[in-house]
Every structure is written in C-alpha cells, then in structure tokens.
C-alpha cells in the first residue's frame, strides 16, 4: 500500500468520522428544540358564528395569504425549504379535532396543543390579529366542509435540522418574540399599518424594512407607485411597466386581489406616509 493511497484513506475516515460526530450534534441539536414545551397561555378566542362575521373571516384567510401554503381550498399542501419537503396541514381537517383555543394559539402564538412550536406557519405575522378577527377566521374555518385527506406530519430533513441547529431556522414561538413592529405613524393610519403588517410581512418583514431573511424588499412605494399603480400592483403582481414580479404576482392574483379598494387605499397612504418619515428621520449612527 502506498503512502499516498494510506494517507487519502486515513483522510477519508477522518472526514467520515467529523461528518458523523456532526451529525449527532446536529440530530441532538434539532430534536432538543423541536421537542422543547412552551406555555400554553390562556385564549378567550371564540369561533364567530354570525354570518357577517364568518365572511368577514372568509376575507381575512384571503387577504392574508393561507392559500399560499395551505392551498386554494385549504386542503394542505406540500412545499419545499432547505431542500426537503414541507407540510402544510389540511386545515378541513384540522379543525374538528382542535378547540378555539388551541387554533388560536396556533395562529397567533405558533404553539400546538402539546406545547411545541409551530415552523413554517407565520405566527410572528399573524400575532398581529386581534380577538375578533381570530374569533371571524375560527369561525370560518370551522363552517368549511371536510374535503380531501389529512395530510400527512412531515419529519424535518436533515438541511431543515442543520438550520435549527446553527439557528438559520428558528421556532416560530421565538420569531414572535423578536419580531418589531412597523412605524406607528398614528390612528388616521392605523388602518393601513395593521394591514401591512399582516398582509405584507411575510415578505417584507415585520417592520417591512426587508432583512432577517425577507424575501421582498423595503416596502417603499413613493416615487415607484402611483395610487393608480399600486392598485394596479395589489391586484396583478404587475410594475408600472408590466413586469411580472414572481412571488408578488402570484401573492396579488391569488390573496391581494381580494383587498377592496378602500383597503388598498389605506395601505398606500400608510406606505407613503412611513417613506415620507424613514426619509426625514437622521441617518443612523455606523
């Protein structure tokens, strides 16, 4: 045996052995926050019953892009992250075998009836829901009727549990915790702030200045959009000059379209009245 050839061996187990000491790390490392208990704090949420109030829900699952993931009927669907696959729950199905407390507590707090933590499901964005309009969406959810099979409780792959274990990849508990807000700019444009911060920070950020992994950019419409444009923008995905903008296109045609024009009204002058104030604020100290 050669000197070389004993050397690529010894090379060889070396690396196969730290892969495998990592490994450990990394199974020890994700299953320990996976399986980690948070409080179950209390709910006085109560699924609407009224019929109003059930529409009222209807629009915000649609608004507020639950189709996205969970699909058009809300039937579950399979997506991807980090390369492995990702369930989204047949939320039909669901429903019947969780209370008002525990979908809310999913919804809003991202804990399920064991005390785990939610991943994938935008909690951090929907704490942002009051009583009632959680009260309107259990309520809505609740009047859907059962179609399709219960979709299956995906394992994480092993990339999802290398992001949990480096903190790439967060539970959605902790997300709530340290997600800011975005700009109070005051009760006339409280309408506006509460819709964008429903509506847009899943993309954008919660304080939609883009970052901690954000997929969009700043929310900034003044000088892009006209009000004309970004109604035009909220209901086809499309740019002033006709440019499909993939995810915003698909987010629009699917969820935003569904906005009326008083509430795409109240998020461009909330838009523009926080780039009119990010714009005369100091710059900040480096």
Known sequence: MTPSLIKS?????????????????????????????????????????????IAEGRHLVQVNGCALCHGRELAGKMLGAAGSPLAAPNLTRVVARRTDAELDRAIRGGVRPDG???????????????????????????????VGAPTPRQEPGFMQRVDLAVGFMHPEVNRIAGAPRPIDLGPRLEPGRHLAALACAQCH??????????????????????????????RTGQTPSGRELDLMSETARLS???????????????????????????????
Not at 118 to 135: I, L
């Open 9 to 53: 061996l010894v090379l060889g187990a070396v690396t196969a052995i730290v892969f495998a000491a990592g490994a450990v790390v990394v199974q020890a490392r994700s299953q320990a926050i996976l399986h980690e208990r948070h409080p179950l704090r209390p709910s006085a949420v109560q699924a609407a019953t009224a019929p109003e109030a």
């Open 116 to 146: 785990t933590s939610e991943f994938g499901m935008p909690s951090h964005v929907y704490a942002g829901f009051t009583d009632a309009e959680t009260d309107a969406i259990v309520g809505y959810l609740r009047s859907l009727k059962p």
């Open 205 to 234: 950020g919660t304080d939609l200045s883009s970052g901690h992994g954000a997929p969009g950019p700043d929310l900034m419409v003044r000088g892009g959009y006209t009000r004309a444009q970004f109604h035009t923008l909220m």
């Open 256 to 286: 935003f379209s569904h906005f009326t024009d008083a509430e795409i009204d109240a998020l461009y002058d909330y838009l523009y009245a926080r780039d009119v104030r990010l714009d005369a604020a100091p710059p900040k100290k480096g």
